[in-house]
């Protein structure tokens, strides 16, 4: 079986120091199943840190791609970079709608009658952040994916409102 080096691109990473490995592979293995096998040697790299590329090229690799096809029958030689932790940007837009959702229901102390005028994240900017978070999630889902689906689904909650 052929096999693969597989060095760091950057020296810095924590997980840099265990580089280089090789992985052997067989003309049905994919850039997913050596992100596998980088796991499976580093369980705290997670496949959503992992850049694959060739050395010669820094184009991220497509994690259907086969390897024979990438590199050929003889082996070759790819890069993993540590793209650090990843924090999704439906993350960031459901805790800022949830955010602004609490400071909502803070502004009416139980069995009380005074009302407040919200301040602070995102009321400083504008009257209802809650609809901008969410506008701006499904805005941005539908600009990433480019799908008819995510169109429908914002045109649909925009109808809504």
């Not at 265990?18 to 293995?29: C, H, K, L, Q």
Request: charged share 20%; with cysteine; aromatic share 8%.
């Amino acid at each position: 079986m052929p096999s693969l080096t597989i060095s760091s691109a950057s020296k810095s990473s924590p997980v840099a120091r265990g580089f280089p490995i090789a992985v052997e592979y067989t003309a049905t293995t994919t850039i997913a199943d050596v992100k596998a096998q980088i796991i499976a040697r580093f369980p705290n790299f997670h496949i959503a840190r992992q850049k694959l590329n060739l050395k010669t090229d820094k184009a991220n690799l497509d994690d259907e791609k086969k390897i024979v096809d990438i590199v050929g029958e003889k082996g070759g030689e790819l890069q993993v970079k540590d793209l650090g932790p990843q924090i999704s940007w439906r993350t960031f837009a459901e805790l800022s709608n949830l955010h602004t959702h609490l400071t909502l229901r803070s502004l009416r102390p139980a069995n009380s009658r005074v009302r407040a005028i919200p301040h602070g994240y995102g009321f400083s900017l504008i009257s209802c952040p809650n609809y901008f978070f969410e506008t701006l999630a499904w805005t941005v889902i539908t600009v990433m994916t480019g799908s008819i689906a995510g169109r429908r689904r914002f045109r649909s909650w925009c109808a809504d409102l």
